[in-house]
């Protein structure tokens, strides 16, 4: 069982829709979760953190975390062209980070 | 978030040779890592350049292959040596200011290409 997973996608969403990015982990006891979107031919950049249950928001983008279930999701809303990129998730217990493969998502106009 | 830089940007090596990697952070850092990102796949941890003493590597990942040195709070090189075709790939910096929150923040990256 991968420690990450993610479904790989392609996702294609049209222009202002909600894209819905889920990622599920296998380590029980980690703590910190992120999710980085990641251009082509560029590195990870993270946009967003989460460490408790329950959901974040940062502008367009709300991250959900269930610790019971295993399961981090990330929602962007209004999605643009721009927002096609891959999306990594990652997981994080004691500086011990692992990446899910990402998730290629494309916004048509 | 700390300013990272990485040289060279892209190489292009010959089987058998070594190239060390660079990595400049513009403040002093706790954490600093190095990964690499092959063809269309994500991220694997090579290991964690700890300041002052040897690096910690991840299981499949060994100091003979990919030695590391990180002098400084600011500084670390990675050296992939006695490359092969498979080596080819990117290699990444990140770095993480704050353990307590434990976001990791990436250079840019280096291209590599092994002929």
């Known amino acids: 069982q991968k420690e990450v997973e993610q479904n790989s996608g392609p996702l294609s969403v049209p222009e202002g829709a909600i894209a819905s990015l889920n990622c599920t982990y296998s380590d029980r006891v980690s703590q910190s979760f992120f999710w980085y979107r990641q251009y082509s031919g560029k590195s990870p950049e993270l946009i967003m953190s989460?460490?408790?249950?329950g959901d974040k928001e940062d502008g367009r983008f709300t991250a959900q975390l269930n610790k019971a279930s295993q399961y981090v999701s990330l929602l962007i809303r209004d999605s643009q062209p721009s927002d096609s990129a891959t999306y990594l998730c990652a997981v994080n217990h004691s500086n011990d980070m692992r990446f899910g493969a990402g998730t290629r998502l494309t916004v048509k106009p | 978030s700390a300013v990272i830089s990485q040289k060279p940007s892209r190489d292009i090596c010959q089987r058998g040779t070594s190239l060390t990697i660079q990595c400049q952070v513009d403040s002093q850092v706790t954490m600093m890592f190095w990964y690499r990102q092959q063809p269309g796949q994500s991220l694997t941890l090579i290991a964690t350049a700890n300041q002052g003493s040897e690096a910690t590597y991840e299981s499949g990942f060994v100091i003979d292959k990919f030695p590391i040195s990180r002098p400084n709070l600011t500084f670390s090189t990675l050296t992939v040596s006695n490359m092969s075709p498979e080596d080819s790939s990117i290699y990444l910096c990140?770095?993480?200011?704050?353990?307590?929150?434990?976001?990791?923040?990436f250079g840019p990256g280096t291209r590599l290409t092994v002929l």
């Open positions: 990140s770095v993480d200011q704050d353990s307590s929150y434990n976001e990791q923040f």
């Open positions: 989460i460490y408790s249950n």
